[in-house]
Every structure is written in C-alpha cells, then in structure tokens.
C-alpha cells in the first residue's frame, strides 16, 4: 500500500489528500446528522406515545374508582348484605319487598354506568335464592382460578382478565368473546365470616378504550399483560400478527425492565427495528405496552443520509477535477526543475534550468543552480585531493612500521635485561608495551572492562617502578561486568589524574591504594575509582566539576591551568556523546581523607 501511494504523482496525492480531507467531515457530519436524526425522532415517537400511554391511564383510573365506586356501594347497602346473611327461608312478600327495594337499588348502579358490564354477587347460603342477572351460586364459580385467592385475600381487592364474557347460565353461545376485567372482593359481615363475592365486570373494550378504537397509529398496536402474563389485545388490530411477533418475544424484551414503572427500549425481529414504550398500572398488577414499528422511520433517515452522500461525492468529484487542473499548472514549473534534475543525474552537469519569477519554484531554480555550481566546484577539488590521500596512506604505512619496529626494540631490550638478571626491568618493558599496543592498536571505540582494567594494572606497573612500589590497586568487579563494554581509555585517565593529584603527596609517609569497584544500580552501572590521597575542599570539588563541564571557549583556558581536569573533561565528553547527557562522572572528596570519581554508563 505504501509503495502505491509513493508511486503516485504530486497532482494525484494532492487531490488524493484534498478528498480525505473534505470526505472525512463530510462523512462525520453526514453520520452525525443522521443519527441526531434518529435519535431525534424516536424521541418524538416515545414522547407522542408516552403521553398516549398516560391519556389511556387517565381512563383506566378513571374505571377503577367507578368500578370500586360500585363494589363499595354494594358492600354497603345494608338491606342487601342482610338479605345475603340470612340464616331463614324467606317468604314470597319478603322476596317481593328485597326485589323492589335492595335489589333494584343495586341494579340501577349498572344502569346509571353504562360501561359496567355485570355486577354480581356469588354466595353460598342455602337460603338465599338465585336472581338474575345479580345473585347467584358459588357453585357457578367453583371451577373459576381467582375464588381462592378472592377468599384468601380477605376482604382485600383482586383483579382478573376474562378471555371473554361467559354467560353463568349458559343460556346460549357466545357470538362475541368480548375479553373483560373483573373487581372481585369477598363480602364479609360481621368479620371473618364468609357470606360472598361480589364481582364488578367491564368489557375490555370500555377499560381500555384506546386500544379497542377504531382510529389506531399506523404500524403500532396497543396491548396488555396481566399479573399472570397473558396478553389482551384488539382482534382487530393485525399488527402483531402481520409482524409475525408473539406474545413471548415480547414478554423475553420486557423481562429486562419488568421492575419499572415506565420503560422504553427497543428491539430487531427479522431485520426490523421495533420501539416499545412500557408502563405498569399497579392497581391492576398489569403492564401496558405500546409496540411501534420504526421501519419507516429507518428508510426516510437512510434516503435522507443516501441523498446527502450523493450530493457530497458529487461536489467532490467537480471539485477534484477544477483542483486537478489548477494544480497541475501550479506544477508546471516543477516539472520543468525536475527535469533539469534527471540531466544532471545522467552526468549533465552543465545543463541549466531557466525558471524567472519571484515564487517558491524560481527560488528553488535559483538554488539549485547555485548548489550545481558548489558541485562542479567540489568535484574539482576532490580530484586534488586524491593525491595528497595517497601521500596520507604511505605516511600511515610508514607509521604502522615505526610502531612495529618499537615493539620489536622493546621485545630485544626485554630479552637483555633478563639475560642479565634484571626482572623489574624487563617486567616494566613488558607492561610499557602492553600499554602501547592498547594506545595504538584503536580499531575500535569500545573495548571490555577487563581490558581496560588490565591497562590501568600496566600503568600502575610502571608507576612504582618510579615510586618504589608505593601505589597498590584493588578491583572489585562482580563476574557479570568483566565482560562489560565501556569506551576505551575512560578508567586510565582517572586513576593517572588520581596518582598524579591526590595519591604523589603522600607516598612518601604511606602506601597510595586505589580501588576500582562496579556495581548495577537500577538501570545503570557505576564504575568507582577511590584514592586514599589528600582530597579536596569543596571550592576545589566545585572548580573541578566546572572544568569537567565547561565549554569550548574555555577549553584553552583550563589548559593553561596547573590544577588538572583536562583528562576528566574529556572522559566526560566522550561519555555524553556516546551515551546522552545523564551519563558521566561524578565527583565526591573529603580532605586528608579520600577522592571518589563516579562513572555511570547505561546497563
């Protein structure tokens, strides 16, 4: 992909650039629209039918408290609960006086609500005889699920869905299985004493006249659960049906938000969005749910977003061409530099490119000829150099020779001396041309800690052979760092500045010792060099790590100082510049008592 985009002409990765420029909003916005688009119409959709949900509730309560209103009424009236406790036969003109009197005042409680559909009582005393369409027997009941929860609950409310308005006597078939709700309560006079139970009815239809009416919201449906999870819906409406979504789908959607009192959510089947919008009625232990299919709503925002990314690639296209040529006679002029270019790569080079004008290309014309100029110039000079390099390799030749010759005066020297006997001689010439073959065999820039370890052991050697044997070394290297790479002559020069100014004063009253110690700390190494000579003050200390880090317009000045620190100045310099700038030296000293130099190099 890489090598594609570098093939590419300048015009083409403009134009390529200018289009992933322009075409990144504009597929940002066109997302972002689009979905501010959804969002805001599901949250019309939710509001518009959440406050459909809230009118139909308004009517729902409105039925209870009439439902209620009713049972109460019933419960209360005292020539109609005495009537059901009696404990006697009752005779024709007492008959005639409770269906007069009671039972009429209780049937025009029907009468004056037209959406009640049924009010009855359900008792099981012999006594009282059965009167349509108000008393009747418990036996008629007996089969029915809710008559023990009724009896159980004690006096206590209780809501049941019917499937459809059964006929107690069973007079005729149903044409119309019209579903309804029922208030049943257990009439009890005087207390725990069971003497019924009275049952206020109403058609769904009447209950729930939103969802049973004729005028529904295209594509949506309005339905209920039950305590017991049964669904009750408008026959009428073939929504659910149409969509092929069952009540059990529904039911496995709802189960998540089953504990709240208003939910909305939204879910697929078969590839279509559906927003459900969800409310409990407590009264009843029921949920009303108001099922909305947003296909529609998903084609207009998708034709909307298709229409805005066909207008986009359209304006980019037209775009790109009037920028492709615009472009590519900006360009003009670069092509004709760049064509000047190959001449002079093929050998041309004095060919010329001729560009006028004060914009970027004519500048760079200008400097490109000037640079040609510094080119046929450099050429020139490098051919006179070619001699004087092959005088330079013949004096290194002959260096090379020179130094070969002196290891070899040495190695005879060596010989004679122990010929004769004399071993400390002939010892400090061996360690005189180890050191030099370390000084001048520098093929490389880094060399092991041992090695640099064993110079420092050459230097010491030769050392006491003027000092009459009074310095002494001690290494301490743990096994892992003998192989360590460190800079080469990085240690030396701060065990001879250690010999030359701290240990040479007091080697005529005692012995000059200095220890070499490597430890790992965290991520990094510290090389310790340590004297017992004679310290420094703190002024002293202070002026040495200003010469250890002064800059190159002092470099003269420190060297006509007799203080030192040219050596240690050096060591660091070559330290940052192969490591970085937290690595170097570091200096520590007390007075009459020791010298420690620090030397931190990366792990």
Not at 249 to 254: A, K, N
Request: charged content about 25%; glycine content about 4%; overall charge negative.
């Amino acid at each position: 992909m890489k090598d594609k985009i570098e093939q590419l002409s300048l015009p083409n990765k403009l134009i390529s650039l200018y289009v992933i420029i322009f075409m990144i909003p504009a597929i940002t916005f066109t997302i972002y629209y689009s979905n501010q688009l959804y969002e805001n119409a599901i949250n019309d959709i939710t509001n518009k039918n959440e406050s459909l949900l809230e009118i139909e509730n308004i009517h729902i309560r409105n039925n209870i408290e009439s439902m209620r209103r009713t049972a109460q009424l019933v419960t209360s009236d005292h020539e109609f609960i005495d009537y059901i406790e009696t404990r006697n036969e009752t005779n024709v003109n007492e008959l005639i006086d409770f269906k007069m009197n009671a039972f009429s005042n209780v049937a025009k409680l029907q009468q004056n609500n037209p959406t009640i559909q049924h009010i009855r009582i359900y008792t099981n005393n012999p006594y009282v005889t059965e009167m349509w369409p108000l008393i009747f027997s418990e036996n008629r009941i007996s089969s029915v699920t809710w008559m023990d929860e009724v009896i159980e609950r004690n006096g206590v409310e209780y809501w049941a869905f019917a499937a459809n308005d059964k006929d107690l006597l069973e007079r005729y078939e149903l044409s119309n299985n019209d579903p309804r709700i029922s208030l049943l309560r257990e009439i009890e006079y005087p207390k725990d004493e069971h003497l019924g139970i009275v049952e206020i009815s109403m058609l769904l239809k009447n209950f729930f006249p939103k969802m049973f009416s004729n005028i529904q919201e295209e594509k949506s449906e309005l339905i209920v659960f039950d305590s017991t999870m049964n669904l009750f819906q408008n026959k009428k409406n073939t929504f659910l049906e149409e969509q092929n979504i069952d009540s059990a789908l529904i039911l496995d959607q709802l189960s998540h938000f089953y504990q709240k009192e208003k939910a909305t959510f939204q879910f697929h089947h078969q590839d279509i969005p559906y927003l459900v919008v969800s409310t409990y009625i407590e009264d009843i232990d029921s949920h009303m749910l108001n099922l909305i299919s947003l296909e529609d709503i998903y084609a207009q925002i998708k034709q909307t977003r298709n229409f805005i990314v066909g207008g986009t690639l359209f304006l980019v296209i037209i775009l790109s061409i009037i920028t492709y040529l615009l472009i590519s006679l900006l360009l003009k002029k670069m092509y004709k530099l760049i064509d000047t270019m190959e001449r002079v790569k093929r050998g041309e080079f004095s060919a010329s490119v001729d560009i006028s004008g004060q914009g970027e290309f004519a500048k760079l014309a200008y400097h490109f000829k000037e640079m040609l100029s510094k080119i046929n110039g450099l050429i020139a000079e490098t051919v006179n150099k070619q001699a004087a390099t092959k005088e330079a390799e013949l004096k290194a030749l002959k260096t090379q020779i020179d130094s070969h010759f002196l290891y070899n005066t040495l190695e005879n020297i060596k010989m004679m001396a122990e010929i004769e006997g004399k071993y400390d001689i002939s010892d400090s010439l061996t360690s005189l041309g180890e050191m030099m073959r370390y000084n001048l065999r520098w093929k490389h820039d880094f060399v092991t800690l041992t090695e640099e370890i064993a110079h420092i052991q050459n230097y010491i050697d030769i050392m006491n052979l003027r000092l009459d044997h009074r310095l002494k070394v001690n290494i301490n290297v743990p096994l892992e760092l003998k192989d360590q790479q460190i800079l080469k002559m990085s240690l030396q020069p701060i065990v001879e500045n250690a010999v030359k100014h701290g240990l040479t004063p007091i080697l005529s009253t005692e012995m000059g010792i200095i220890e070499i110690n490597a430890s790992v700390k965290k991520e990094w190494i510290e090389i310790e060099v340590v004297d017992n000579g004679i310290g420094m003050s703190k002024d002293a200390i202070k002026e040495l790590t200003d010469k250890i880090g002064a800059n190159q317009e002092q470099v003269k000045d420190l060297q006509q100082s007799k203080s030192g620190g040219i050596g240690l100045k050096n060591v660091n310099e070559r330290i940052q510049l192969h490591y970085g700038s937290e690595y170097g030296l570091q200096i520590e000293s007390k007075e009459e008592s020791y010298t420690k130099v620090a030397v931190l190099l990366p792990y």
